[in-house]
């Protein structure tokens, strides 16, 4: 059963910082790994979605990277801003389903 | 609209009470999914359709659970003799192709926060 850790939990940082968030999946034979964004009471907006061929995307000041044989992905944002604030979630497929991580509570002060 | 809609968008409910809750997906999309998100969790996969087939229900918590896509557009997820438990954000998703083991990008709606007193 493929399980989908998130760490940390929760990170606050000052403006400006670069941050790196982590997924860490047990099950490294997936076919693609999604990260969203999900603002307090909000539903889930696609962040990246790099393929299992792939190492890395990048979208702007994220950059997200994919180590299949560790399972691990990272999410990396560069110059984090107040409105960077919000929920990050990481995904796998299942059968038929995405299997999602905790996620991590970013909270960028200005 | 261009994206995943829900209705309504919170709902208060008392304990016993049945609830439905209605999405709409991305026009054409195949595949539809309903997830449950409690507070603080990722969202937890509950069921999926194919057309309006339901082709896999077993995250469904119980059978106070049911949901449909009868005309393989617009679903409904329903709660009978809803208990506190049931208070969620339940979220909606649609993709394009018809998925299985190889998933093709899920689209969200905004979710419906459910709170059963």
């Known amino acids: 059963k493929q399980e989908v850790t998130q760490i940390p939990a929760a990170l606050s940082v000052p403006e400006g910082e670069n941050l790196v968030l982590n997924c860490s999946f047990t099950d490294s034979a997936i076919y693609n790994l999604q990260w969203f964004r999900q603002d307090p009471g909000k539903g889930l907006t696609s962040l990246l979605l790099i393929q299992s061929s792939q190492r890395e995307q990048t979208s702007g000041r994220l950059n997200a990277s994919l180590d299949k044989s560790s399972g691990r992905s990272t999410l990396y944002i560069a110059a984090s801003q107040p409105g960077d604030s919000a929920t990050y979630l990481c995904?796998?497929?299942?059968?038929?389903?995405?299997?999602f991580g905790t996620g991590t509570r970013l909270l960028v002060s200005p | 609209g261009a994206g995943v809609s829900q209705s309504p968008r919170y709902k208060v409910a008392k304990r016993g009470q049945d609830v439905a809750l209605r999405c709409d997906p991305i026009?054409?999309?195949?595949?539809l999914f309903w997830y449950q998100q409690a507070l603080g969790q990722g969202p937890e996969f509950l069921t999926y359709f194919q057309n309006e087939a339901q082709l896999d229900k077993s995250g469904l918590p119980s059978d106070r659970f049911f949901a449909e896509r009868p005309e393989g557009s617009v679903s409904t997820l329903k709660i009978q003799r809803t208990q506190q438990e049931d208070s969620a954000v339940y979220l909606c998703?649609?993709?394009?192709?018809?998925?299985?083991?190889?998933?093709?990008?899920?689209?969200f709606g905004p979710g419906t926060r459910l709170t059963v007193l």
């Open positions: 995904a796998v497929p299942g059968f038929q389903k995405l299997v």
């Open positions: 026009s054409g999309h195949v595949s």
């Open positions: 998703a649609s993709s394009f192709a018809s998925g299985s083991f190889g998933l093709d990008e899920q689209f």
